[in-house]
């Protein structure tokens, strides 16, 4: 649950002078309080030119009415705060998440509002809802649903707030500042356990590792105790911390996974969210909860490399905590663009990465995709590979035997190369699909 509280909105507009004053006058006005000043300046104008005196007076009453209406409505003063309450601040595609808002008078007595909710067209249409008259410290609660089908980051709100005059002539508009975020992550489909090689435990479990084995990633320190050999300090950290600090003997090693997803343009088909690249993404979601479940820490790459969330430098591996491991994960699946790029990014690869294993949801290759993917097998311990049949996004009409050999030709190559890799069709299992991977 999440909540965002806003400031005061006063009915008061903020000062301004000469053409701008006159202008934001004008834009308050009704269609009606615009007829009355019209009307009055006509009866005005044609009582000064017939010497009728009585007739001026009537079209000056006439179109200052507007106008004195609306010096004593951006004169009331209203003052009202806002506090917003998500149900969730993150929820699946299809799942319905809550907002409450809870709306209090912090001003004089106010008279009937209508209020209204900025909503992305994604999540559904605007809520509106009417505001009696409310005493100074009276206090109204709103709620309604909102519902996502397509993955993504939204920003909720502000609210805006309508004040009118008893007469209809006179429409004032007051926004709130702040809005609340709702991300809105890919579906995860259930996934069977399958065993997997080259992890250093199949399972996920944590096992103690030396270490001698380690690279400089890997090196976890502590304060130094009284009694620790000499040997085993670590002078960078002892430099960095100004704390003498030892390296421990052994350290849980916990298997990694380097999660990747092919979401350029040219390897996709369709469009929307009725899309192989959204597809792609439901694949790359299930199996980052999957194994994450089974105890990986589990890092997600595209096309585009990797950006480290944090701005730390550090490679974002997500433990294998499932209840905060997914998190950032389904995060960034869930803001992953596609990209008009040409080539894959190769940046990422480094030792870090590549030790352990390699999952990858690929589209459409082309020979340097192979390549790059070829020279990525011989750094991983083991490779897998799910090929999406992206042809079957290409019309509503069934696959062609030409896009079946296509797609059959992709999966035989990664497989002659050492890689276990499955074919996964438009309406096809990906339970059976990541099954055929454990075989």
Known sequence: MTTAAAGPVAGAPAPVTGGTAARRALRTLTVRGRAFVAAGGTAAT???????????????????????????????????????TLTSNQVEVGQVAGVQ?????????TGLLLVEEHVPWALGHRPRFVLDAMEPGWHRRF????????????????????VAD????????????????????????????????????GSGDNRPRPFSTGSTADVTVREYVHGDDLRRVHWR??????????????????SRCTLFIDNRERAHRGTGPDSSLERAVTVAASIGVHLALQGFQVRLVSALGETDPKGSGEHSWHDGDVGTATQPLLERLAALPIT????????????????????????A????????????????????????????????????????????????????????????????????AWQELGR
């Open 166 to 201: 008893p007469f209809g002539m006179i429409e004032l508009h007051r926004a709130f500042t702040r809005t609340s975020t709702l991300v809105v992550v890919p579906s995860a489909e259930p996934l069977p356990a399958i065993p997997l090689r080259g992890a250093w435990t």
């Open 237 to 254: 950290s002892t430099a960095r911390t100004g704390e003498l600090m030892v390296r421990r003997e052994e350290q849980p090693w916990q």
């Open 365 to 432: 290759l082309t020979d340097l995709d192979k390549a790059f993917l070829a020279r990525l097998h011989t750094r991983a311990n083991a490779s897998y590979a799910l090929v999406i049949g992206v042809d079957g996004w290409s019309s509503r009409t069934s696959r062609t035997p030409d896009a079946e050999q296509r797609q059959s030709g992709t999966t035989s190559w990664l497989q002659r190369r050492g890689w276990k890799a499955a074919d996964l069709e438009r309406n096809g299992s990906l339970a059976v």
């Open 46 to 84: 044609c009582g000064i030119l017939l010497g009728e005196r009585d007739l001026v007076r009537i079209g000056v009453l006439i179109g200052l009415l507007p106008l004195v209406t609306l010096a004593l409505v951006t004169r009331s003063n209203n003052r009202l705060s806002l506090a917003r």
């Open 340 to 363: 008009r790029t040409a080539e894959i990014a190769t940046d990422w690869v480094d030792e870090t990465v590549t030790s352990g294993m390699f999952i990858a949801v690929v589209g």
């Open 101 to 109: 808002l809870d709306v209090t008078n912090v001003g004089a007595r």
């Open 143 to 162: 709620e309604y649903p909102v519902q996502a089908e397509v993955r993504g980051i939204y920003e909720v709100g502000p609210m805006t707030v309508r």
